[in-house]
């Protein structure tokens, strides 16, 4: 079992830039892991992928402006948003997978606002 933990959230200006850190209890290496996000009143949207061979997808809401990446030395996950928008606005969570296991962080909040 693997505990995650994002951090990284915060309130940002429109334009603005943050980067989410999703921390791994545990080597994260031959997980699968995604970035989803879950708005108010809102279903949970899956918002990025990272798998273990490093390929890398994205929604296409955050196309061109997210970047996933993953460093396996440091248990650690990143999303690093850029040009966001108020419609970014969400809780963002941390999931990972293998097999037939997977894992949720306990979310952190992202609010884009003037």
């Known amino acids: 079992q693997v505990q995650l933990v994002e951090s990284g959230g915060g309130p940002v200006q429109p334009g603005g830039s943050l980067r989410l850190s999703c921390a791994a209890s545990?080597?994260?290496?031959?997980?699968?892991m995604r970035w989803y996000r879950q708005a108010p009143g809102k279903q949970r949207e899956w918002v990025a992928s990272?798998?273990?061979?490093?390929?890398?997808n994205y929604g296409d809401s955050v196309k061109g402006r997210f970047a996933i990446s993953r460093d396996n030395a440091k248990n650690t996950v990143y999303l690093q948003m850029n040009s966001l928008k108020p419609e970014d606005t969400a809780v963002y969570y941390c999931?990972?997978?293998?097999?037939?296991?997977?894992?949720w962080g306990q979310g952190t909040q992202v609010t884009v606002s003037s």
């Open positions: 545990g080597s994260i290496s031959p997980y699968h």
């Open positions: 990272i798998f273990s061979d490093d390929t890398r």
């Open positions: 999931y990972a997978s293998f097999m037939s296991n997977g894992y």
